[in-house]
């Protein structure tokens, strides 16, 4: 009788021993789990307040269109960049950016002299540099400063992509010899140290 007795508290104190072994596997493979969960480098759910990743632009900052400071006492130019698609090529940036001047400026800080008439009839970029064709509008109204300050505005954007390319103007298909009615001369092609040595804004 005493043997069983002692047959049943082995087999209870070895059935304990099993629960309680289950019982700490659970709790210490429930404890891990939480663990590598919250302390995870690359958590499951993101982070709601975290920015999304950003997108590559399609856009790039390519040309200049240049408008005339008055605040002064004397004109002076200034430079406004554009922001246009990466797929154009430089013609047709070119094209926009003459486009955008004769449309002109959009805040009040800058003007220009280039009548709002003017239309760009068609522009060519080659290896000799950039070939403009403008309707009359351009060379009508204003005196010496206005002509000089829409040749410069006109010269200094149809070069904005190279600084030193050669420039050939022509109005209805003419080349341009003289602007304005008191004959600014026209060299053919322009060039914007050429504009710098003979005339000032």
Sequence with gaps: MQDNNRQNRSSIGFIAGIIAAMVTTGTVATWWGIHN???????????????????????EQRGQVYWLNTTGDRLKLEESPLSLQKSLTDQEVLETAVKSLFSGPKNGENDTTIPPETKLLSLKLDKQGVHLNLSSEFTTGGGSASMMGRLAQLLYTATSLDPNAKVWLSIDGEPLELLGGEGLMIEQPMTRQWFDENFEL
Excluded: A, G, I
């Design 37 to 59: 969960l919250t302390n995870s480098p690359n958590p499951v759910t993101p982070n709601p307040t975290e920015s999304p990743v950003s997108q590559p632009s399609d856009t």
